[in-house]
């Protein structure tokens, strides 16, 4: 342990601290069957985009939650599109609000590609050997830490939500109630890219109003350690079409002579990037803004962690070997999500098919604006020979060009990052620092992309987001699921949250 941190637990707050989570955790054994139920109701109900009544129990349900902890809370109608939930829980002579946000939405899910084809039937199971065994949950007693529940949902994002809650129920247990004004969020359109997200924040101002926001999506560090990150990146996606013959051609009697639109469309791919992930669009880093001299140094005091990521995964090597996972999270990155041409293996025809298509996502950093990447992109494009169209292409413009490209691009969303220095940054990692008697992890920017920028941009507010799932949750991905020792981390540190984060916070004078 650190000198500062043995010191530390000296002191009446930090031992007032240190005695809070070890109330929490002591409330919490005694419970962990009834919160796995909850938690695995709460999963049982589907929460994809395809499924909008649903989504709306989703909501509903978390309405219910928060009402049955003396929450006051209701739904942010949006129309057609899924409601945001709100909720609001104010503590007298508190003189900060913040905004918990998750979100309820998933992703979509086949289920003949999960183990028991039920994405939605919350599963309890623990690791023996290489293979993960079912296990009934118990009337009571202990649970095994290193188990999981594995649901569409279970770690992005509902998570945070049961901890939330079980945080609100451990604090009531023990007398205490939150020293700061709680604003809950729960959006159910994150996955779908929070589209909509605006007209509710619009409309709502003055209900969302608060010092800061805190975002509890994404994983924890890869060491398995809480991690608070200070920004994310920002993200947009990009499907193109490349055109070939008006019909399918036989590959003998017309190979070499007409263009094969998945040959052209590798060129194109092979265009945009190099083996180690360098983008070679032209202009494509101009405004990039570098990470400080902080930041830096946060990143790199990181535990080490890319040997042992590089043996899980199986990889003999990774893009720009010399570079840590961390610094390359900090920049800009470009992804192929997808490519489909013609058909494989069994179903494999001679043939030249008539068009390929290739799906990506960019991920950005700050100051990169996405008006500003369709420009790059499209004049990269051009410059090596494409004719680009963003409809159907037409008869006369396949026939007048050699190499036609449909661009079909998505919204888009900025990064964000705040700086460590902020009074939300530093409130935040001393409450976490002073539960956990060590320092939290802080990591500038998380990989992964939120609407942070469109809250920040409409609000005005800053931002951090302190993540609770593993990071080997397989979000976004069959057989998702959840570490249970991180559904109770998240409920201490939350409860640290709402009892210790004002202590931390520059006070405003009523």
Not at 9 to 33: I, T, Y
Not at 41 to 49: E, G, T
Not at 59 to 83: C, F, W
Not at 176 to 187: L, M
Request: neutral net charge.
């Amino acid at each position: 342990m650190r000198p500062y941190f043995a010191a530390a637990l000296l002191f009446p707050a930090a031992l007032h601290a240190q005695a809070l989570r070890d109330q929490v955790r002591s409330w919490r054994e005694a419970r962990e069957p009834q919160i796995v139920r909850e938690y695995s109701d709460f999963l049982a109900i589907p929460n994809v985009a395809s499924d909008p009544a649903s989504l709306r129990r989703n909501a509903s349900t978390i309405v219910g939650m928060l009402q049955k902890r003396g929450v006051t809370a209701r739904l942010l109608e949006n129309g057609q599109y899924p409601p945001a939930v709100f909720g609001e829980l104010r503590t007298p002579g508190a003189t900060r609000t913040i905004v918990i946000y998750a979100h309820y939405d998933g992703q979509p899910v086949d289920p003949k590609e999960w183990r028991g084809g039920a994405p939605f039937s919350a599963q309890l199971r623990e690791l023996r050997g290489t293979d993960w065994v079912d296990m009934p949950v118990p009337a009571s007693g202990r649970l095994n830490p290193e188990a999981r529940i594995f649901a569409r949902g279970a770690g992005d994002d509902k998570a945070p939500i049961v901890a939330l809650m079980y945080a609100l129920d451990a604090l009531k247990a023990t007398g205490r109630t939150p020293a700061i004004n709680i604003k809950f969020f729960f959006e159910g359109e994150e996955e779908a890219g929070s589209a909509h997200i605006v007209p509710i924040l619009q409309n709502n101002r003055a209900l969302l109003a608060a010092d800061a926001w805190l975002f509890c999506d994404g994983p924890t560090h890869q060491s398995r350690q809480l991690q608070v990150a200070f920004g994310a990146r920002g993200s947009m996606g990009l499907e193109l079409t490349v055109y070939g013959p008006a019909r399918a051609l036989h590959s003998g009697h017309y190979g070499n002579w007409a263009p094969n639109p998945g040959m052209l469309l590798a060129d194109l791919v092979r265009s945009l990037r190099d083996p180690d992930g360098k983008i070679l669009i032209a202009g494509f880093y101009d405004d990039v803004l570098p990470p400080t001299a902080a930041e830096l140094a946060a990143v790199r005091g990181l535990p080490p962690v890319d040997s042992a990521l590089r043996a899980e995964l199986l990889l003999g090597a990774t893009e720009a070997r010399s570079a840590l996972l961390a610094e390359r999270i900090m920049l800009p990155g470009l992804n192929l999500r997808g490519m489909r041409v013609g058909q494989v293996e069994g179903l494999a025809a001679n043939a030249i098919s008539t068009e390929a298509k290739a799906s990506f996502d960019f991920r950005l950093v700050p100051k990169q604006t996405p008006d500003h990447i369709r420009s790059l992109v499209e004049a990269h494009l051009k410059a090596n020979g494409w004719f680009v169209t963003h409809a159907a292409a037409t008869d006369a413009e396949r026939l007048a060009h050699t190499k036609v490209v449909r661009m079909t691009w998505g919204a888009g969303d900025e990064a964000t990052r705040v700086s460590l220095d902020q009074p939300i940054s530093q409130a935040l990692t001393a409450t976490l620092d002073e539960m956990l008697g060590k320092p939290v992890l802080r990591v500038p920017t998380l990989g992964g992309s939120l609407p942070t920028a469109t809250i920040e941009s409409t609000l005005g507010v800053p931002l951090v987001i302190f993540p609770i799932a593993n990071h080997d949750d397989n979000q976004h991905a069959k057989d998702e699921n959840l570490r249970l020792q991180n559904l109770w981390d998240g409920i201490e540190a939350y409860a640290a949250i709402m009892m210790r984060l004002e202590a931390h916070w520059p006070r405003i004078t009523p």
